[in-house]
């Protein structure tokens, strides 16, 4: 081989080089849990009504629908594109095999009261202790592979929306709004406790964003403004109690580290002032739901022409425009994630 070929091939050899390191993931695998901002399929094959497999849902995503309750991307999905990871595969759809690089346990629906996170956990549970086993030599492996995993959580609204501000339960009689919030606290702490048991140490819990803004209840209830203040005032004693909760936990547990995405404070701050986002409507919804714009949208229906220059994909949800802000804050600023992911995936345990 000559010394010019020979030049040529080294070239090639630390370009093809540089690319795969630059590839590389910054984390092993992405663990999603929570409810329906981070679902992505799980309630395709479950028995309920919140769903989201069918058309306009997806309409702006690669893949098409999948059960995702936004137009495209999540903000899980978003930050597996950070860590340079496959999105998170919805655990229920590949009961006969384990994705290595992650998995989607998310439901929508899901809260903390009743015990309705706990099924998935056991999903978890079996994953770690029937499923990735087979795939590492040692269980020192397996626990480093997990140590260096990101956790993702997004939980508590549904406690919110369909119990304590729900006429049909009389949850808002029983609790006044601190003591509701502790109890939701006290059953996270134990959802943390019990993750951190199975391997999870770096985790990222987001704050439940500002639900009296959504069209779900600005629709409903009269109000000043953009929003129903006394509502987000109501949701605000959980979030208020989150902080202390990710540093006694980080304090407590060893080698872990919980993270406070702050979404509440972004989002309200979007739908207040959408122009400085680069949004034009904040306040309805992007595709035609049922009731009037309080609901999930209506099969089918064309959705708005914009997507992107919307809040809200349908009464609930955000569009991929917001998730991807939210997701893009959380992975590189610190003042949405402390420390962000970027810094998270670099801490050694």
């Known amino acids: 081989m000559g010394p010019t070929l020979l030049f040529i091939s080294l070239s090639i050899f630390l370009r093809l080089l540089s690319v795969s390191c630059h590839r590389r993931p910054l984390a092993p695998a ?38 995702r309750f936004t137009n495209g991307k999540t903000i899980a999905d978003f930050i597996a594109e950070f860590l340079r990871l496959p999105y998170a595969p919805p655990v229920i759809s590949i009961p006969e095999s384990t994705s290595l690089t992650g998995l989607n346990y998310a439901s929508g629906s899901c809260g903390l009261l009743p015990e309705t996170g706990n099924r998935f956990i056991d999903l978890f549970e079996i994953t770690v202790e029937s499923a990735l086993p087979s795939h590492f030599d040692t269980s020192c492996e397996l626990s480093e592979h997990l140590s260096e995993s990101i956790f993702l959580l997004s939980v508590g609204s549904n406690d919110y929306i369909n119990n304590y501000l729900d006429d049909t339960y009389d949850t808002i009689k029983r609790y006044p709004p601190k003591r509701f919030a502790k109890l939701l606290i006290d059953a996270l702490s134990h959802r943390f406790k019990r993750l951190y048991n199975l391997g999870a140490r770096k985790t990222v819990m987001f704050e439940i964003g500002p639900v009296g803004c959504i069209p779900s209840m600005t629709r409903k209830h009269e109000h000043n403004g953009r929003c129903v203040e006394d509502i987000n005032q109501i949701v605000s004693f959980f979030n208020r109690r989150l902080p202390s909760l990710l540093k006694n936990l980080t304090s407590s547990l060893r080698g872990s580290t919980f993270v406070l995405g702050k979404a509440n404070s972004l989002g309200h701050d979007a739908i207040t002032h959408p122009c400085k986002y680069g949004l034009e409507d904040s306040t309805n919804p992007c595709c035609t739901t049922w009731g009037n714009g309080t609901s999930e949208c209506i099969p089918l229906l064309e959705p708005c022409r914009h997507p992107n220059k919307y809040f809200f994909w349908d009464a609930f949800h955000l569009t991929e425009t917001v998730c991807s802000v939210v997701a893009t804050r959380c992975f590189n600023d610190t003042s949405l994630c402390s420390p962000n992911i970027k810094q998270l995936v670099r801490i050694k345990n």
Do not use: H, R
């Open 30 to 67: 992405l663990y999603v849990f929570g409810d329906s901002m981070f679902d992505s399929g799980n309630n395709n094959i479950l028995p309920t009504i919140a769903k989201a497999d069918f058309p306009p849902y997806g309409v702006n995503f690669a893949k098409g629908v999948t059960g």
